[in-house]
């Protein structure tokens, strides 16, 4: 079993910037890629980045590239997404996902059900 959770959400104006931070415990040696979503209400899951857990490979959705950066630190079991410029209609709350398919990375598979291990999510509110 691997355990996800997030933290670094909360309420910023419209063009503010957050860091978010997962953490993973458990069996993190059977993880090869991490993901990052988000849901807002009344939408359907969005796929937002992915990294390889050994190689660092990342991957964007179209509507973050540029804004949003997705990064790992191994040692400390931790993946982060560092997300600058926010929209209003980014509201959601963002959940990591670990994956032990590394092809979490690839266009293909940017899918909820790529994923194996779900944090509970961590809360982004952007104010106009």
């Known amino acids: 079993q691997v355990q996800l959770i997030e933290s670094g959400g909360g309420l910023v104006q419209a063009g503010g910037s957050l860091r978010l931070s997962c953490v993973a415990s458990?069996?993190?040696?059977?993880?090869?890629?991490m993901g990052w979503f988000r849901q807002a209400p009344g939408q359907e899951r969005e796929f937002v980045a992915a990294?390889?857990?050994?190689?660092?490979?990342?991957t964007y959705a179209d509507s973050v590239e540029g804004r949003f950066t997705i990064s790992r630190a191994r040692a400390k079991n931790t993946v982060y997404l560092n997300i600058d410029s926010l929209k209003p209609n980014e509201t959601a709350g963002y959940s990591c996902?670990?994956?032990?398919?590394?092809?979490?990375?690839?266009?293909?598979?940017?899918?909820?059900?790529?994923?194996?291990?779900w944090g509970q999510g961590t809360q982004v509110t952007v104010s106009a």
């Open positions: 990294v390889t857990w050994g190689g660092g490979s990342t």
């Open positions: 458990g069996r993190t040696f059977t993880m090869n890629a």
């Open positions: 996902a670990a994956s032990s398919l590394a092809y979490p990375v690839l266009r293909c598979c940017h899918r909820s059900q790529t994923y194996d291990y």
